[in-house]
Structure formats: C-alpha cells, structure tokens
C-alpha cells in the first residue's frame, strides 16, 4: 500500500492503513488496513469510501489522479470485475 506521496492511498488497489482520526493528523494507533468498499461520482470527481479491517471505522476520501478508474467505477455499480 503505497500512495504517491500526495495521496494517502494505493492508485492501484485504492488500499490505505489506518493512520488519521481526523484527514492529516496521524493521531489513529489502530494502523489496520483500510480497504475501499464503494465509490460514488459526484462534482466531477470519485469519493471512495473506505471501511478499516481491524476496528471497522469508514471514512470517504477524494479519489486522485492516476487512481485506477477502472475499480473505481466497479466499485461505484456494485459490478464484479471478469
């Protein structure tokens, strides 16, 4: 899980760690693994919601340029990839 330094997730798989409380603070202990579970396209821009695998939270963060658009709308119509 590596962002590009901009972001705070993967542009390929949209996975992150579980580092804020709040966007930027690095104040969260929990550092599970922060997997994205649906996207929705609004002001011209993907939101990526994401759920932590260890303590559960969501949190919805602005997708970036270069994130893979594929699973992004996969994510977004519920669809499963072939």
Request: aromatic fraction near 4%; glycine fraction near 14%.
């Amino acid at each position: 899980m590596k962002g590009t330094g901009y972001t705070d997730h993967c542009p390929n798989c949209l996975a992150s760690k579980h580092v804020d409380t709040n966007p930027g603070d690095r104040s969260s202990n929990c550092g599970g693994k922060m997997e994205a579970v649906s996207s929705v396209y609004h002001g011209g821009e993907f939101v990526i919601t994401y759920r932590c695998k260890k303590c559960g939270i969501e949190k919805r963060v602005g997708s970036a340029a270069g994130d893979n658009q594929d699973l992004l709308i996969v994510l977004a119509t519920g669809r499963k990839g072939r």
